[in-house]
């Protein structure tokens, strides 16, 4: 049985959760997660109502383009017709490098089976995320 307060079918109908999670880019060390949503809630949406943006104020945040109106730095995009301007180019290049450190912790978290089978009810995937988290933290600390 399946808690779809937390789960949700989405695309391709598999069930997941979106979770949010502020990385360290420098570190890689997560700094903090909110509680999960249905994966099939908008990225966006989910950033707004989680505690997330209160905890990173005053600290640059870069994201992906599903964070557009948030805030947030995300890439710049192309308009129909009109390419990109060199500077950002360069921008979008330094963003991707950052956002691939990020990316490959997310990855890193991903690995552990607890995550990948969304059966938790209750508070048990943000539980899970959170000792994900810690465990991951403390192998790169060493």
Same mark, same amino acid.
């Given at each position: /049985?399946?808690?779809?307060?937390? !789960?949700?079918?989405?695309?391709?109908?598999?069930?997941?959760?979106? $979770?949010?999670?502020?990385?360290?880019?420098? #570190?890689?060390?997560? =700094?903090?997660?909110?509680?999960?949503?249905? %994966?099939?809630?908008?990225?966006?949406?989910?950033?707004? @109502?989680? *505690?997330?943006?209160?905890?990173?104020? +005053?600290? #640059? =945040?870069?994201? *992906? %383009?599903?964070?557009? +109106?948030? !805030?947030?730095?995300?890439?710049?995009?192309?308009?129909? +017709?009109?390419?990109?301007?060199? %500077?950002?180019? @360069?921008?979008?290049?330094?963003?991707?490098? $950052?956002?691939?450190? $990020?990316?490959? #912790?997310?990855?890193? /978290?991903?690995?552990?089976?607890?995550?990948? *089978?969304?059966?938790?009810? %209750?508070?048990?995937?943000?539980?899970? =995320?959170?000792? $994900?988290? #810690? /465990?991951?933290?403390?192998?790169?600390?060493?």
């Amino acid at each position: /049985m399946r808690d779809r307060q937390v !789960g949700a079918s989405s695309r391709n109908y598999r069930f997941s959760a979106n $979770v949010q999670v502020i990385i360290d880019a420098d #570190t890689r060390l997560v =700094v903090a997660s909110a509680r999960p949503a249905p %994966g099939n809630k908008a990225d966006a949406h989910v950033w707004r @109502e989680s *505690d997330l943006p209160a905890a990173a104020a +005053g600290t #640059t =945040v870069i994201a *992906d %383009g599903a964070y557009l +109106g948030t !805030g947030l730095i995300v890439p710049h995009r192309r308009r129909a +017709g009109r390419p990109l301007l060199r %500077g950002q180019e @360069e921008d979008n290049a330094e963003h991707r490098r $950052v956002r691939a450190r $990020v990316e490959h #912790t997310f990855a890193r /978290m991903k690995n552990w089976k607890i995550l990948r *089978d969304c059966r938790q009810r %209750g508070d048990g995937l943000h539980h899970a =995320v959170q000792a $994900v988290a #810690t /465990m991951h933290n403390l192998v790169l600390a060493g």
